[in-house]
């Protein structure tokens, strides 16, 4: 069978996407900074920055430090609070060449269904992603997705205020994380987006202070690809809904491990700030790479990792 067109195009609860490939929240902007570099309509959507119900100064800085393949981060979801962001700022984003998915963040339960509820009811936002999983606003509260029945009963209550697709992204920072996307599915999650950063700390070793104006920050980039990975992989075997992996994807290989671990799509973070067009090239990459092999869709690898002791896919193709 040759000639077959592959789609790359994805459905994620209700949102459908043309490609499987979101842009991480907090590290795209709402897309504009990266229109003069980046073609936008060739990505499935943008995660945008977290919103509070309040207005956030985020943390003391230095809020970011490099590390060996990745970076460390403490903004502390700095943000102009949702109230500000409905009435002066998302009207702007209006027109976008792909989809936009609004992220919530709280400190209560209560937060998150108000947060949720504002967001969803606009026309710009195609579906809400609960980020239940920052590891940098601990100090104020709880991290929801830290315990299993707490991200329950917050699915639920942003589950109660809109039927667009709810995404809950959680953390790595947990014992089970297939136990938290349990709760979570059971609790009314459309999609899972799979891993937040993980949890990290850098020193000065002249002054001996903590690198980070909040001490602890979350790890990013292609560092924390193989906890990712995992993470994925051990959510899939315990969930229906789709998930969107992510963590250190900066390639089509990287990308293609967290289909074959049972990904649906993949979103890209850290990678956009070294080079904005890692979205694209993924594509078509990824478009080169299915037809190459004759297959038709991504559900034709994604979660098919061949592990165990089963004999592993052999690609009989150009080397022939
Ligand atoms: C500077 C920075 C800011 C971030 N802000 C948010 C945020 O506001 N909300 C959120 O859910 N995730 C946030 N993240 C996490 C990313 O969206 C992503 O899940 C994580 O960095 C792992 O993917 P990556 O290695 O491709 O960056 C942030 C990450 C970075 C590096």
């Not at 229109?35 to 920055?49: N, R």
């Not at 792909?98 to 992220?103: D, F, I």
């Not at 026309?123 to 992603?129: K, L, N, P, Q, W």
């Not at 809950?168 to 920072?173: A, E, T, Y």
Request: a negative charge.
């Amino acid at each position: 069978m040759v000639g077959v067109k592959p789609s790359l195009a994805v459905t994620i609860g209700k949102l459908e996407l043309a490609y499987p490939t979101l842009m991480g929240s907090g590290c795209y902007g709402t897309g504009e900074e990266y229109a003069p570099f980046a073609d936008l309509s060739k990505i499935g959507a943008i995660v945008l920055k977290s919103v509070t119900r309040l207005p956030r100064l985020g943390n003391p800085t230095p809020r970011l430090v490099h590390t060996p393949a990745g970076m460390l981060n403490a903004i502390g979801l700095q943000n102009p609070g949702l109230e500000w962001y409905l009435e002066r700022e998302l009207h702007k984003y209006a027109g976008r060449p792909c989809k936009l998915v609004g992220s919530v963040a709280g400190f209560s339960i209560d937060d998150y269904a108000y947060v949720c509820e504002g967001l969803a009811a606009r026309d710009e936002i195609a579906a809400v992603e609960l980020n239940v999983s920052c590891p940098n606003v601990a100090s104020e509260g709880e991290t929801f997705g830290c315990d299993a029945g707490l991200t329950g009963q917050v699915v639920r209550a942003a589950r109660a205020t809109t039927d667009k697709t709810l995404i809950v992204k959680l953390s790595p920072n947990v014992t089970s994380i297939a136990e938290v996307a349990c709760e979570a599915e059971a609790a009314g999650a459309d999609a899972l987006a799979v891993i937040n950063t993980v949890r990290g700390m850098a020193i000065d070793v002249e002054t001996w202070r903590p690198r980070l104006g909040n001490v602890t920050g979350g790890l990013s980039g292609p560092a924390i690809r193989p906890i990712a990975v995992l993470a994925v992989y051990e959510v899939a075997q315990r969930v229906k809904i789709p998930i969107v992996g992510q963590g250190g994807i900066e390639n089509l290989s990287d990308a293609l491990e967290f289909f074959l671990a049972g990904a649906t799509a993949v979103s890209i973070g850290t990678g956009n700030f070294t080079d904005p067009r890692i979205p694209e090239r993924i594509v078509d990459e990824l478009h080169e790479y299915l037809a190459r092999r004759n297959l038709s869709g991504l559900d034709e690898i994604v979660g098919r990792a061949n592990v165990g002791f089963a004999t592993p896919y052999q690609y009989e193709g150009d080397e022939g």
